[in-house]
């Protein structure tokens, strides 16, 4: 008998918003989390505030291949979200990255596998698994890097880029993602992969490691410096949160269909920024410009990533919705609400390694 949807990281940014939307459509969540991140457990008592007994908190850690194999054992679907994120983290203790990122997904894969009746399963990847896209021709303006190929600039970077992981962060993610497809191909699993790329939005609390949008905000309405490692030219597409939890919806949906495929998913070309350019939209939001420092380029920083979305959209009709300065407004107005209530309680949380130990590490 299958009585919940399971979300591992369930008690993430994107998890929260996504357990919040199937708990609003009436279906029971069971949210597996570790609560390892800062300031995840507000998400946990909103859910909890909200929808009381439709959903389940279960504190544990997908290395523990019980508690995993407890989890998926009456589920209907899974969406596995659980991961540790932070490339700077990943440098500083690989061991515990490939053990979460390989090791847990190989878990949850062997736990559904295992069962006579699996449910499917969608993983949350990333487009990091495409590593720092160095063989892509660039021209450089004066706010932004540029495609010189034609397709790339209109569309993006599409599922057909080489794989090419870089940094443990990079190995550890990209093999989860390979896992998942072959378990799909191997063994039947009905599995697919989205490669996720630059989500943003409210409830977010980022920092330099992770969620970088939501790092210049805070620091901006904090007047804090934001430091920009390279030249601040590089670019990246911006996925408001809502835009994702309804691609996740809507995989669900067609996952027969989208079973051993893997899809970029993003805010596509319309939501493209550098991060001078996002500097610009802030300003206009604060009143005024963030005070900025530069330093050295981080090792196997894209200098230019844009999902090309189009396969995803031919099998489901997804597209983003959300503009950029809408959802970054809206980011924006959470936030200064959060800093005027509670201020320095909620500063970004620190560095999970010393970026000069990154850097040295290349």
């Not at 918003?17 to 609560?35: I, P, T, W, Y």
């Not at 596509?268 to 350019?277: D, N, Q, Y």
């Not at 995803?312 to 200064?336: C, I, K, M, N, S």
Request: aromatic share 8%; glycine share 8%; net charge neutral.
């Amino acid at each position: 008998m299958h009585d919940h949807v399971l979300i591992t990281g369930g008690a993430g940014f994107i998890g929260s918003h996504l357990a919040d939307e199937l708990l609003r459509k009436g279906e029971s969540v069971l949210v597996l989390d570790n609560l390892s991140r800062a300031f995840v457990e507000r998400n946990v008592d909103l859910l909890k505030g909200r929808h009381g007994p439709g959903v389940e908190i279960r504190v544990c850690d997908v290395r523990d291949e019980q508690a995993v194999s407890d989890a998926v054992r009456r589920a209907s679907f899974v969406f596995h979200l659980a991961a540790q994120v932070a490339a700077a983290r990943s440098v500083a203790d690989p061991a515990l990255d490939f053990e979460v990122n390989a090791r847990g997904t190989l878990n949850v894969l062997e736990a559904l596998r295992r069962l006579d009746r699996p449910p499917p399963l969608l993983f949350v990847s990333t487009s990091k698994v495409y590593g720092a896209l160095r063989e892509l021709p660039l021209e450089r303006g004066e706010e932004r890097y540029r495609p010189l190929c034609e397709r790339a600039r209109e569309h993006g970077i599409s599922e057909a880029q080489p794989l090419d992981f870089q940094s443990p962060y990079g190995c550890s993610r990209g093999a989860a993602d390979q896992y998942v497809l072959e378990y799909a191909r191997t063994f039947g699993l009905r599995a697919a992969v989205l490669r996720v790329s630059c989500v943003y939005g409210p409830r977010q609390f980022g920092s330099e490691d992770h969620g970088w949008i939501a790092h210049f905000v805070a620091r901006a309405i904090r007047r804090d410096p934001i430091t920009l490692y390279g030249d601040g030219l590089q670019v990246r597409d911006a996925l408001y949160i809502e835009d994702l939890v309804d691609a996740l919806l809507l995989a669900r949906r067609e996952l027969k269909p989208a079973a051993g495929r893997a899809f970029n998913i993003g805010g596509g070309p319309e939501t493209a920024v550098s991060l001078i350019e996002l500097l610009d939209l802030l300003a206009e939001l604060d009143g005024r410009r963030p005070l900025v420092s530069l330093a050295a380029w981080r090792p196997g920083d894209q200098r230019y990533y844009v999902s090309d979305c189009r396969a995803f959209r031919e099998l489901t009709g997804w597209a983003p919705r959300v503009a950029l300065r809408d959802g970054l407004r809206a980011l924006y107005q959470w936030r200064a609400g959060v800093e005027a209530r509670l201020g320095a309680v909620y500063a970004d949380p620190p560095p999970s390694v010393r970026l000069d130990r990154l850097e040295a590490a290349s």
